[in-house]
């Protein structure tokens, strides 16, 4: 059975590339459904942030293959730091600008676990990886 970490990772490669995948086919329907007006340079940049969560799910995937423990730490940091901004501009645009149809729950939710999961692996643990992995921690 994967561990919980290795699930995480593959959440973190497939919703990302899908949302991507939407923002890069259909950015005016993307814009709709967050309840915006789809003009030329809406679409334009809503096309340039898909390169984003591409990049997240690219870094998902390279942790699910490395040995390097400390590439695996640098990997949830810069997942968790992302997932920050990330939902919270959703939850922002949410609660002060349009509502969105998937609600504060969905962002609240995925801002916790993105948070507990990225600072747990990322930060306050780094000597949890199996033991296919290297022990060492990044030291700034």
């Known amino acids: 059975m994967p561990s919980v970490r290795t699930i995480y990772l593959w959440l973190t490669v497939v919703l990302p590339w899908f949302s991507s995948l939407l923002y890069l086919l259909v950015p005016g ?15 334009f940049w809503v ?13 998902a995937l390279a942790g699910l293959k490395t ?3 400390q590439v695996l730490q640098l990997i ?40 507990i999961a990225c600072g747990y692996w990322g930060w306050w643990n780094p000597y949890q990886f199996d033991s296919e992995h290297i022990k060492t921690k990044i030291k700034f």
Request: charged share 10%; no cysteine.
């Open 76 to 115: 949830f940091q810069a997942i968790g730091v992302y997932n920050i901004f990330h939902m919270s501009t959703f939850w922002f645009n949410h609660l002060f600008r349009e509502a969105h149809p998937a609600g504060p729950s969905f962002y609240i939710s995925a801002l916790i676990i993105s948070s």
């Open 47 to 59: 096309q340039v942030v898909a390169s984003g969560d591409i990049v997240i799910g690219f870094l």
């Open 67 to 69: 040995r390097n423990s």
């Open 29 to 43: 329907g993307t814009i709709k459904y967050f309840g915006g007006v789809p003009t030329p340079s809406a679409k």
